[in-house]
Each structure stands twice: as C-alpha cells, then as structure tokens.
C-alpha cells in the first residue's frame, strides 16, 4: 500500500487514496484450471482469462484482477475433460493507483498530499470485491458440469436410494445416439406396413417419416411474445378452472401455433445445424450452475413408498380402505383420460362396460401411475404404471396399440428420472404400437408424431425432436386437443430450445404447458416443475438482455407449490431455492443470494448431513456472496466448513483443497491480514506445482497473487522479484497465455512504481497494455486497470491532462462491464470523483467521493482501508474548499482507520501530515507541531533511502515554515537536498529545485547572505542544465529579486527581476501567469521605492492585472488590486483608492458568499480607506456591515466584533456622537474584559480615547483613570517614554491636573 504521494511504496491492498494509489489486486483473475489432459489455452481462454489483471484494488480502486472474483479460482480436476468457458472468463477488477497531482506551486505555502500521494494499490489479480463471475449464471468457483454433476449424484445418495439407477442417469449423455444403441431399440420395434407387420430398423424409420424439405424447417429464433395471465389467484379445483389461453385455443380456434412463434418465422425455420447436441445435465441458460428440470423426490426413488399409501388395488375390496384405494386410483385414471394424459383411440380400453377385474385393476395402476407422477413420486409412478402394463398384456396381449398409451406415460417419467435409454426403449415401444393402428386418423397422426419427437429427443437429436414436435403441434391446435399430452409436447420442446439458447422460444413454449398444465392440474409437482423449467429459462433471458421479466416470481411459485407438496426440508425445494441464489448472485444482489444460499445450506444439511459433499459445493457458493457482499470473515467461515468437508473424504482432493485454500487467501487478502493469506497462497502454489508443474496456469497466477501480497507488505524488491520470475517463465514457455504475460508485466509496473522509477513502471504497463490489446481488443473492461496505474504515474511526473485522459478511459472502460455490482459502482464513482478533482471541479469531486464512500461503507462495513482512503480524498476536497471543520473530522475518521489497520505506516504519516496542515491553517501551532512531527518520524523511518523521501523532506519543511518552527524547516531542507545529492549528484534538477527552496526559506529567517548562496548555486546547476536563459533559471532569478527587494538592495533586486521578466516573455509569452507575477513584483518594488507620482509602478501592475484577470486566479487579482490601491493611497487619491478596495469585496463576495470573514475583513479595510477620505456616512455602512457578519459567524461576544465596536467607537466619536460613542467603547470594554485577553494597543488607543470621549462630556476624573491605564499599557508593551502617544497622554493628564479631586 504504498501509499500516496509519499515514497512510501508499501504497497497496501485494496484502496488507497484517491489520489495515488494503485492497489494491486494479485489476481482477481480467477485461476483457470485445466487438466492435464488440456493442452494449452485456445484464443477464447486468453480473452476471458484476462479479465482480471491483478494490481490495484480499488481503493483507491479495486485492483483486482477481475472482476469475476478475486476468490474464483475455477479448477477441472484430471477427469474433468470440459474447462468451462464461461468461469474461465476473468471479469477484471482494475487496479488504482491513486496519485494526486502536485501542487508544489510558488504561490502554495503548504500543498495537501495532492502533489506526492504515492501508489498503493491493490492486487489486479484478485478482484478484491468481486468474487462471481457475472458473465454467466453460474456458481463461479466451480466448473458447473463437474459441480452440477456431483450434487445430482450426491442427491441421488440420500437415505441409500437405488445406486444402480443413479450410476445410470450420471452416465446418460443426450448425445449418444450410435448404432449399437438403436439397434437394441429396433429389437422392440415392429413397424405396421400396409401389407402386415415387418420388423424395421428406428433409423430406417425415422428416415422415413422426415421428408427432406421438413427437416430444415425448424423452429425460428425469435419469437413474438406470448400473452400469459396478468395475475394469479389460488388455484381452484381443476374441473371448475378455464384459462383465457384454453379457452382462446379450444372455443374458436382463434389461436394458432403460428401465435406462439410469429407468422413469419413459423415456416421459415433455422438450418438443421442450428441446434446442437444436448448434454446430460440438462444444462439450462443459467450458466450450466442451475439444472434446467426438477429431479424427482428422492423419497419416492423406492417402490414401496407414496404419500397415498397404497401397496395393492383389488377392484374386488370389501373392506372400506380397500375400496377407497380403488375409488382413489379410478378417480385418477378418469382424470388422465378427461385430461388427455392418456389418449386412447377406441372405447375398449376406456370404457367401463364388460371390463373384467384384471381390466379395472390394469385401469386402476394407471390412474394411480398418474396421480403418482402428478406429485413427483416417480419411482412408486413408475411401478404402478409398470404393473398396469404387465396387466395390459396379459389380458390383451403385448402388442395391443392399447398398450401404446402406457409405454409413453412411461417414457415420460423415466425423463422426470433423467433415465433416458431407458426412456428411450419405450418411446420406441410406443411407436411401434401406435404405427400398428390407421395413421391416418389425425389423433393418431398426433400421437405418433409427439412420440417420435420425445424419442429423438432423448437420443439428443434435436432437431429431428422439434421438426416432430412441430407437425405433432400443428395436428393438436387442429382439432382443439389442449390436453396434457399437448402440454407435454410444448413443455419438452421448451426445454430443448432452451437449452440451445433459444430463449425466446423456449419461454413460449414453456408459457403454453405452464396455462394447460395448471387449468388442469391446480397446484402439482407437475405445475411446480413447469413453473420451475419457465424461471431458469426466463432468468437466462432477462440476464442476456438485461432486462427483468419476473423470472423470480415462477421460481418462488414453484416453491411454494413443492412446499406443500413435500416437506419443508426436501431436495425440490432444495433445488429452487438454489436456481433463486444463483439468479440473485448473476443479477449481483449478493445480499439475497446469500440469504437464499443460506437458506439451501441448512436444508442441505437436515437432508444430508452436515459432512456431505453437497454441503461443502452449496458453502463455495454461499461464501462466494459474502465475499462479494464485503463480509470476508463470514466468507472464511463458510468457505473453512466446506474445506473441511473436502478434507474428510477418503480420496485424493488436493485439486479441491488448493482451490479453497485459494478462496480463503483472498479473503484474508481483503482483511488485509497478509500474513495469513501469504501463508495459503504458498501452500496453494506448492499444491498446484505438484498437480500441474510450474508453467501451468494455476502456478503462475498463484505467484501474481503471492506478488501483490508481497507489495501489500511493502517488500518491493520480492515482489519485483516474484513477478519477473512470471514474466521468465512467460517469455520461455508455451504453456503461459497473453494475458498471463500482460499481467505479470502489470504487476512488475505497480512494483516499480512503488519503487518511485516512473519511466520503468510507465514502460512496464505499456508494454502489459499492448499484450493485452492484441488479445482482448481496444473495449475489454479488462484494460481498465493499466490504465489507471498510467495515470497516477503521469500524476506523480505532473502531467495532469495525461492523467485525466487514462482516468477517464478507466471510467469508459469499467461502464462497459455489462453486469456491475455495488463495488464496481463505487470505483467508478470514485474515479470520476479523481477526474474531476484534477479539474478543479471540487463539489462535483466531493459529490463523487460521498456516493463512493457510502457505496464501499454498504459493502464493508466498519474499518476497511477503502473506507479510509476515501474518507482522505474526501478530507482533502474539504480542505482544499477551505473547510477546515469537515476536513478535519474525515482526516480524523481516516487516521483511526489507518492506524488500526497499517500501523505505522506512510500512509498514515500521510494523514498527519494532511491534519497538520489544517491545524496550521486553524493557528492550532501544537497540534500541527504534533501530528507533523509523528509525520516525520515515521518518514524517515519508512522511506530510507527512497526517492520519496526527498519529496515529503521538503513538504515538510514548508509546513514547519508556516509554522515557524525554523529549526525543523532548516533541518529538513538540508536533509532533502543531502538526500538528494547522494542520489543524483550535484547538478540535477531535484538539487536545484530543493536550493530553491532552502533560498526562499533563508530569505524568510533574515539569513540573507546564505539565501543568495543558494539561489546563485541554483542559477548555476539550471543554467548548466537548461541554458541561461531557461523559464527554470527565470523562476530563480525571480526568488533571489524578492530576496533583494526585502534586503532593500532595490537596484539589483530590479536587475534580477528584470531578467527574469524578459526570459518569461520571451519564452512563456507575454500572458502567461509567471510573467503576471514578476510584473506584480516589479511595481511592488517601485512602491516600496516610492516612485509612486509616475507611472512607474502603476504600468506594471496594470499589465499584472489584466494578465491575471485573464488566467483568472482571484487570489492573485485581489494582491495587485492591493497593491494599486496602495498606490492610490500614497498619493492621498482616496476615491479611486476606494474604488479599488471596492473592487476587492466585490471579488470576496463573489468567491466566498455575503456572509464569509473574509467579506467581513474587505468591508473593514473598505471602511478604513472611506473614513481617510472624509465619507463617514459610507464607513459607518461598512463597518456595520462587518459588525453583522461577524455577529452572525463568531457571536456577539467574540474579540473580533469587539474591534469593529471599537472602529464604530472612535468614527463616532469623530463625528461628536458622543452618546453613541460612549456606548460602543463601553462594549468593546465589557468584552475584551470577558475575553480575559492580554492588554494590547488597541486596548489603550481605546482607553485613550474613552478617556477624551469623558473629558467633553464632563467626566474628567473617569478620563484621568482611563488615560493612565492607557499609559501603563504603553509601557507595559515597552513603548519609551520619548513616544509620541506617551507625550500626549501626559499632556492630557496635566492638562487637568487632580481636577477631579478639586472637584
């Protein structure tokens, strides 16, 4: 943290003072993992990887080196064979490195950290603040298939469910749809040709179906919107329910297919290609972290459980629980036949007439089946369709069509189960047994086709499944069937195009199953799985527009519904209230992710245990939160308890461990606890050299992350070390991408920088920037940082338009980041505040930095460096305003902040030295003597041998001046310029500049032969570097004219003067604002000389004036008015005297307000000339004018409206108002007593005066009292008895001598 101005280069993390900082933030880049397997990283890797480069954090800026987060170190273990593009996307934190610009200007005395704020900044490595990848909706620090795999696995373990199943589903890919498959498929497929039944290959089968000009015709990409219910009240009883969509698309037909995806694409259609394989996750539009379908209960997993209890249905029961059973499942399987569940196409099957027990008992099991699966019960579904079937074919044979309608509902849950070769074999079943009956029959045509689609579908052949679906959609609109069947087709053909990314579509289709399902169904684990499969895809849609489309409130409806279909603590509802974590985290509201995240970890343990592996996944994401939400202690805990899950299992998980080790490091990174987090990131880099070898991309940004660290201590030369040893494996292996070299090289500027060598830290990020400019282009967020290092290091060489402009792109940059959370917010807020301090425009400053402060304070809390750094800046607006009270109080807050977290370090000498400055300007000498001297101290402790410290000497020295503590000021001069020699010699620009300095301060003690020494050998080193007639010479000749002037040698004060005007002309120009002040000087000089009857000195002052009145610098305009009118004074030439001291309160006024002190003192020195001029009545104006204005600010009581009582005392006593007079002297009198203040001059001018005011109006004896007490204050002050106000006090005693006693 190096911090700012100052040498310091300690480099801090995270924030730093707006003005010089450069946080380096190790590398917010989060670790991309490959496997071994991997080869190296393709193009696209290098793009995102770049996203965060480490340096500076924030705090000045969030140096982090992306913005993903700081702790996402994504990682593919060996038999992972997918890296996850999207969590290898490094969002990138941009460093800052605050450095103000310099206001070591002749005309500032004491200039606030602004000129010498050195960089601390903050790892670009590690995105400090944000942890998440925003790119993507999913659980950053994990790659989702790996992740998402391991819960669905881990989910299936629970309570010792069906492995044999489990192994199953997690071997299932969509995509696997080869020969040997369909083959066994064929074996259960007899094809119906005209002439008899034929056994036929599925392949063949399908290939016959499609006509080559329907295969291409697929479903559009975009999609009109599709109008849902506006509002949704308690679900009434399904028979009673009509929805506006049904009732559309059955009553008169006015709603086509052609509706649901627009008239003009609906024909048209994508190539073939357009869809892709699906894999077996069921990866959904969340970033793959979020399973697109609800997995089934896991309770219901075994056979002999349901919550209707029913093991056996006997159509014969007696018994009255027999019978209900019985009327239970037949009520079902009456609503699965009404409902279109079920579609028979004859009455056999149907009816109730002749049906023999085993008929009701097969009609009953299918009922049950459907009530089952209706409730997400799909093993004891399963097994009650599985028994409907084996009753089926005994009493009507295996190939009966009748059997067809069982096969698929089958199908359909065994899809629920993610079993979908098994799915598979009987939807080809199924086929084969609807083909065997008239397929020209259009319900039958319906059928035929929705099964095909839902076979290819699970063989992952997409766009056969949608080219189906689409025909199958087209016969149900036909002739009115919005059945469940219907909805079935829409639901499944939602999910593939929502799986491709066709969101549009998908939501559509996903709207038209969700309207069906719930008139018919009310509030079932069907409705809730719909409701479920809309929100993920609606999330998916609303991230990728950016838009907000209520996804939320179909994730929570489907909630709801599970939460009164199950238990509280149940793995559904387990699942949503992840999909609802991960959504708020994508949307980077962090503080209800986490509270969902939470939420699914404590039910995660009542359904697991408190060791299980789904624990410790749902912890890397809760933990991710806080740590983006600024809660870094609650993020070590979290991300602890899941190491410690990780620790327990039995197999080899280094990969894991050395990834939360990685995650807790940063944490503690952001605590600024360095110690611990240097300690985890090198067990981390020891992990990984053991698993991936030392040019890996794992190691190398593990040492980026090590180097900030090792900045963040303050140990340069190691982190320079560190960084170059990156750069020697960068340059000399394969294995290191672009951005890995980029931000090496980052890094290796952000050391030298703090190392105070600007032209190699300038070449070092100009080098980083163009690495990472070849591979991200010119409008990647992940540039942002180098930018802003670049411009603190034109800050500190004083090139503030350079500056601006790298800031401002930083700014243009970060806006560019399409999801920005809270902290990127506030370091874009906080660099705009930078850019328009350095304009001047300090209220917008200030504006800027209160938006940021309570930005970073939501995300911290209480003491963080950021906060600090930001209460600096926002302490240096205030003083640089002139408001000393505020600046002082948000110094203050920032000291104890700096103290409680650095120690004694630069920067918080950094703060005392800022604190002194007010003091000084407060004349509160002991506390500014206080806080400069613990300033110095710890300097000169940290700083050594740095070139910083020649810098701070000299600011300090001037600070000791203004004090005038000579001794320090002398000491400090002399140890700047011995420091300064020792590095550069004698004849280099920083010796010249510092005898300058010391001149000047010399001048100042009266020591004036030795302030000419050293202005002459300053005139000689710039004159042998510059030439002699340089502006650098110029600048001394004119100090060393001042120094003359003051001596009284006037002639050569003039010579010297006049060469330095004549350089400044030639060179500057004649309107330049160093010309104006030697002009000033000039007629100064001819004022003190008294050649004042002439033009002399008027000429000059006049071409001072105009020139800076043209520059507009106000301080500056109102020192020539004043010396003009001190011209106009001389020569008695009261009125245009006036009018220029007229002038000057004007200007006042206009800078300050009618109600400052500073107008105050205008209208007095106004006063004073009008009351030399003989116009009493306009004194009297003014002075009452500075008596109201110093009433209101300082109180009636105050010593200085005592002293205009007195100037208002004696201009009345002037104009024989002597009531008035007394009246005034008496109050002046009353309060200087109360002041309790030391007798002074003015005090006995007034009692002399009091004295004459008694004598006319009668009171001699109170005057004689007043006259002596005037002289004893007289000779109190050692004023001699020869004095003239001594001579006439006595002359006015003895004018009346002990006439009072006569009296």
Known sequence: QSDRSLGAHEIQTNNRDTTQRASIKSSDLEDVFASEEVERMDSELIQNNDREMFLPNNGHSRHSFGKSSDLDDVSASEQVEIIDQELIENDYNSMRMHNRPSRLDAASEVSSMDSFASPVFRSQFGNNDSFSSLDSLASPTHDMRVNEAQRQAAERDVKDTKTDDIDQVADVSFTKTDDDHLEEISQAVDVADEGGMTQQNPRELMEKELSSSSRSRLLPDKASSFHSRASRGSKPHPEKKTSFLLERMSSDNSMSVRDIFGDDNFDGGFEASALTDVDGFQASGLANDVALHLEHSTKSMSSYFSTDGIDHIDPRATCHEGQDDFDFAMKAYANGIKYGHFDFHDGDAAGDENSNDQVLAARAYMGLGFARQCKGELESSLDAYTKSLDLWEDEVGENNPVNASIQFAMGTVLIEMQRQLDASDHFAKAIYLL??????????????????????????????????????VLLYQSDGSMNLKFATVMFEMGSILSQHGHYDDSVNCFKFALEIREALLGDSFVVARTHYSLGVTKASQELEA????????????????????????????????????????????????????????????????????????????????????????????????????????????????????????????????????????????????????????????????????????????????????????????????????????????????????????????????????????????????????????????????????????????????????????????????????????????????????????????????????????????????????????????????????????????????????????????????????????????????????????????????????????????????????????????????????LGEFLQEINQIQQSLFCFDESIHVRTALHGADSPNVAEVEYS??????????????????????TIRQKHLGPMDGAVGDTLNTIGFLQLRMGNISGQEALDPLTEALEIRRAIGNMAKVISTLQNIGSVYKKRKEYDSCIEIHSEILSIRQDEFGAHDLCVADAWINLANLQTSGGRLVEATVSYEEALRIRTLVKGYNHMSVAQVLFKLGSLNLRQNNYTDAKQLFEEYMRIRAEEEADPDEEMAQALTLMGDLQKETGEKSKAQINWSSAQEIYQQLDYPDSHPKLRKLRARQKASPFGWLLK
């Open 435 to 472: 083909k065997s009956r008239n397929p020209a029959d259009g319900g039958i045509r319906a059928s035929i086709l929705s099964t095909e689609g839902m076979l290819f579908s699970v063989l992952g052949e997409a766009n056969r499944a949608i080219e189906f679906f689409r025909q199958a």
């Open 546 to 997: 950016n838009t907000d489309n209520a996804s939320a409130s179909h994730l929570e409806e489907a909630l709801r519904i599970c939460q009164l279909e199950f238990e509280a603590e149940h793995l559904q509802s387990a699942i949503i209230i992840h999909a609802l974590g991960v959504l708020n985290e994508r949307k980077g509201d962090f503080l209800s992710a986490s509270g969902w995240f939470a939420k699914e970890r404590s039910m995660r343990k009542i359904l697991s245990g408190e060791d299980h592996e789904t624990v410790a996944s749902v912890s890397v994401d809760l933990g991710t939160c806080y740590y983006n939400s600024g809660k870094y202690d609650l993020a070590i805990s979290t991300f602890e308890d899941g190491l410690r899950i990780i620790l327990l299992a039995e197999n080899d998980r280094s990969l894991e461990v050395a990834e939360a080790l990685y995650k807790i490091a940063s944490c503690h990174d952001s605590l600024c606890n360095y110690e611990e987090s240097l300690e985890k990131f090198l067990e981390v880099k020891k992990i990984r050299e053991a698993l991936f070898g030392v040019e890996s991309s794992p190691v190398i940004q593990t040492m980026l992350r090590i180097g900030n660290i090792l900045l963040c201590q303050g140990e340069v030369t190691k982190a320079l070390d560190c960084f170059s040893e990156v750069l020697g494996i960068g340059y000399a292996s394969d294995n290191v991408n672009a951005v890995e070299v980029a931000n090496a090289l980052y890094g290796r500027g952000c050391a030298q920088f703090c190392g105070f060598h600007l032209a190699d830290a300038m070449k070092s990020f100009s080098e980083s920037l163009n690495w990472k400019l070849a591979a991200l282009g010119e409008d990647d967020p992940g540039l942002a940082c180098i930018f802003y290092q670049m411009a603190h290091v034109y800050l500190e060489q004083s090139e503030t338009e350079e500056a601006i402009t790298c800031f401002e792109e930083y700014a243009r940059l970060q806006k560019l980041e399409t999801q920005r959370n809270l902290h990127d917010n506030a370091e874009i807020c906080y660099a705009e505040g930078i850019v328009a301090k350095l304009k001047g425009r300090q209220d917008a400053a200030l504006s800027f930095y209160q938006q940021a402060l309570a930005m970073f304070a939501t995300l911290f809390g209480g003491d963080h460096e950021k906060v600090a750094s930001i209460h600096f800046d926002i302490g240096c607006v205030y003083s640089a305003m002139g408001n000393y009270e505020d600046a002082l109080s948000h110094f203050q807050n920032c000291l104890l902040q700096r103290r409680k977290l650095l120690g004694s370090h630069v920067d918080v000498a950094n703060t005392l030295y800022e604190m002194a400055s007010i003091y000084s300007q407060q004349d509160s000498v002991q506390l500014a003597v206080k806080c400069l001297t613990e300033s110095d101290r710890i300097w000169k402790a940290k700083l050594k041998n740095n070139e910083k410290l020649t810098s701070v000497l000299v600011l300090s020295a001037k600070l000791w001046k203004s004090l005038q503590c000579y001794q320090a000021a002398e000491e400090n001069f002399e140890k700047a310029l011995e420091h300064a020699i020792s590095l550069y010699g004698q004849e280099h620009e920083l010796v010249s500049s510092i005898l300058l300095s």
């Open 1040 to 1061: 060393k004219g001042v120094a003359l002037l003051f001596q009284g040698d006037f002639e050569a004060a003039s010579n010297c003067l006049t060469r330095a005007l």
